[in-house]
């Protein structure tokens, strides 16, 4: 089980999306979650990086995204946090599901597949630390 924090940090380059894949992928073996569990959190997490290269860096390579993992309680938690542009989760459109798929805008799932895949997901922005995602998953049952 992890006993403290492990953190990745890249450039946010697209091209890194992988190793952080790989890096999550490892610390939610650490702590026994099955592997349905660790697909569901490597798409969370790809996502929130995604969003993160692409709308808070506006596509530049040269910003950093810090992947921290660590277990609270029964909970796997993994942290995305990035210096780019603010991001105001509620400035988000709820998705139109009940709409033809041709219908749809372009875009705009990221955060509902985040909370779909996960237990919980706080976003929060604050000023000198950047935007943050943090996203739990239960990894056992509760004793």
Do not use: W
């Not at 697209?14 to 890096?23: E, G, M, P, T, V």
């Not at 860096?57 to 992947?67: A, F, K, L, N, P």
């Not at 219908?103 to 604050?126: N, S």
């Amino acid at each position: 089980m992890l006993a403290r924090e492990y953190e990745l940090c890249v450039s946010s380059k697209l091209a890194n999306l992988a190793r952080i894949s790989a890096f999550v992928s490892e610390q939610a073996r650490l702590v026994g979650m099955t592997e349905d569990q660790i697909f569901e959190v490597q798409m969370a997490v790809d996502e929130a990086c995604t969003n993160a290269m692409e709308h808070a860096y506006g596509g530049r390579e040269d910003g950093e995204v810090r992947v921290c993992c660590y277990t609270e309680g029964d909970d796997f938690v993994v942290r995305v946090t990035d210096f780019g542009e603010p991001f105001d989760p509620d400035a988000v459109p709820q998705p139109r599901l009940d709409v033809p798929l041709e219908q749809r805008e372009v875009g705009g799932l990221g955060l509902f597949f985040m909370r779909k895949l996960m237990d919980r997901v706080d976003i929060a922005t604050t000023k000198g630390q950047g935007n943050q995602v943090v996203m739990y998953k239960r990894h056992r049952k509760p004793s």
